[in-house]
Structure formats: structure tokens, C-alpha cells
């Protein structure tokens, strides 16, 4: 901890850090607005460059606006980098990953054509609006809700194996009560309806014309409601038990966040809040 220390951010790497990563502040605040329609733009952009009139018509306006707004996430990819104490903790982290691949398929573009349309990713960016209102519960909720998550794993990996055996069992059950003359012309066919009608989305390309096959087309129907039912209570049962303070700071050494308002050091990294 006392390399941490002596590592302590100082002069303009701290200010930045404090404009950068934290949006307390008005500089912070408008730092991460700018950001985010920044972000939006760039998407627009690419949207537009996907459509054929108008990337005849502005295609050398949209390649110019695209390495602007490259350049520009790059730079800003280059401060995050430089003014935390830990760089690759922040690399590592899930924004951190998210920065490094928002521009990178601009860059992959000019020796492979037609990449740049993976920089939707940058919509993944937008997220950082939960940091413009941290003030907010909006941080702290969705800390819980992650961890609710990441508790429930089991219950759920459970859940979604239950689920893909009765699917599978039904689909080959549907098979041989209707077979390919109804339109079940296979076991994975009928695993491909039993999906579509326990989840109730229907789409009607396949329909059992039999009467045992319409009963259990109805059995399954009427299951779907109870198994969608099912990960909302595991997940509602363990965010009852998840009631910690989670505070807006981020880490001055690897930008991590989500920490508990009474922690000390970060969860992530080590490095003194």
C-alpha cells in the first residue's frame, strides 16, 4: 500500500482523473455528456454510411466525421490509460475493454473493408449516463441487481437446463404425434416449435394439426407463463437479501467502480479511494 501511495495521481494527472472519471463535479459532469453525444453522433453515423443513397451522396463527409470522432476516442482512450496509477487494471476493466474496441474497427477497416460496422459497439458506451447520474440510485440499484445476478447463477444455469431438456423432450414428443406431414419433419424442428410456443412468441410457421398435438401445444402454452415466472422469483428472492450502500467514487487507480460507501480501498484493484 505504500507504493500506492507514494503513486498517489498529483498535478494535472489528478485534475484529469477528477474530469475524466468522476462527474461530481460540473467539469466531470460535462465531460461525460459531451462524451455520450459524442458517442451517439458517431453512431449515427455509421447508420448512415450503412444506408446506399445517402452514402453515395456523403460518403467522403461520413469517412471524415468517422476518423474525427475515431481520433477523438482514441485520445480519450490515451487519458483514461495515463491518468490512473494502474493502466492495466483499467484496460482489463469492462469499459476500459469497451473503449479499446469502440475504435479499433476503424482503424482494422483500412486493411479489411467493411469492419467499420462493428463500431455499434460504441453503444455500449452510452452506459456511462449512469455515471452523469450517479448522484443517483441508478448506480447503487444496478450494483445490486449484478450481484443479485451473479448469486442466482447457479439457480438459474439450473432453471435454463430444465428448461432445454423439456424443450427437447416435447419437440421429439411433437415429432412423432404429428410428424413431417404436419410440418414436423424433424426431431430439431420440433424442438425449434416447442421454444417458440413455451416462450408464447408464436410465430405460426409450424402448428400441430392433430387433437393430442393441439392438447399438448395448450399444456405447453399455459407452462410457458408459469417457467417465465420461474428466474423472475430467483432473482427477486435474492435482491430482498441485497440491500448495501453502494457508492458513486471511482478509483483513482484503475477507474473502477461500485464500491461499498464505507470501503477504505478499492474491490479491484487494492488502491486507496
Not at 410440418?183 to 408464447?200: C, D, E, K, L, N
Not at 409450424?206 to 393441439?214: E, H, M, R, V
Not at 399455459?222 to 437479501?241: C, E, K, N
Request: hydrophobic residues 50%; charged residues 15%.
Amino acid at each position: 500500500m505504500q507504493q500506492d501511495s507514494d503513486n498517489a495521481l498529483t498535478g494535472w494527472r489528478a485534475k484529469a482523473h477528477e474530469i475524466i472519471f468522476e462527474s461530481d463535479t460540473p467539469l466531470g459532469k460535462a465531460f461525460d455528456i459531451v462524451l455520450i453525444l459524442a458517442i451517439i453522433m458517431s453512431i449515427a453515423v455509421v447508420m448512415m454510411e450503412s444506408v446506399q443513397d445517402i452514402r453515395e451522396e456523403y460518403g467522403p463527409a461520413l469517412i471524415a466525421a468517422e476518423w474525427t470522432f475515431t481520433i477523438l476516442f482514441t485520445l480519450e482512450y490515451l487519458l483514461r490509460l495515463l491518468c490512473v496509477q494502474r493502466p492495466g487494471s483499467y484496460a482489463r476493466s469492462f469499459y476500459g475493454v469497451i473503449d479499446l474496441f469502440s475504435v479499433i474497427p476503424t482503424y482494422v477497416s483500412v486493411m479489411v473493408p467493411g469492419t467499420q460496422a462493428l463500431l455499434v459497439i460504441r453503444t455500449v458506451r452510452i452506459l456511462r449516463v449512469f455515471r452523469v447520474l450517479k448522484l443517483a440510485n441508478y448506480v447503487s440499484e444496478s450494483e445490486v441487481l449484478m450481484r443479485a445476478l451473479y448469486a442466482s447463477r447457479r439457480k438459474i444455469q439450473v432453471f435454463v437446463c430444465a428448461v432445454i431438456m423439456m424443450v427437447v423432450i416435447f419437440g421429439a414428443l411433437m415429432y412423432l404425434i404429428e410428424g413431417p406431414e404436419n410440418g414436423f419433419t424433424s426431431i430439431p424442428r420440433g424442438v425449434y416449435w416447442a421454444i417458440v410456443t413455451m416462450t408464447t412468441v408464436g410465430y405460426g410457421d409450424i402448428a400441430p394439426n392433430t387433437s393430442l398435438g393441439q392438447s399438448i401445444s395448450a399444456f405447453i402454452m399455459i407452462l410457458g407463463y408459469g417457467i417465465i415466472a420461474v428466474p423472475t422469483g430467483i432473482v427477486t428472492a435474492q435482491l430482498s437479501r441485497s440491500g448495501d450502500n453502494v457508492s458513486g467514487q471511482a478509483c483513482p487507480g484503475c477507474g473502477g467502480q461500485g464500491h461499498m460507501s464505507d470501503a477504505v480501498f478499492c474491490r479491484f484493484c487494492g488502491v486507496k479511494i
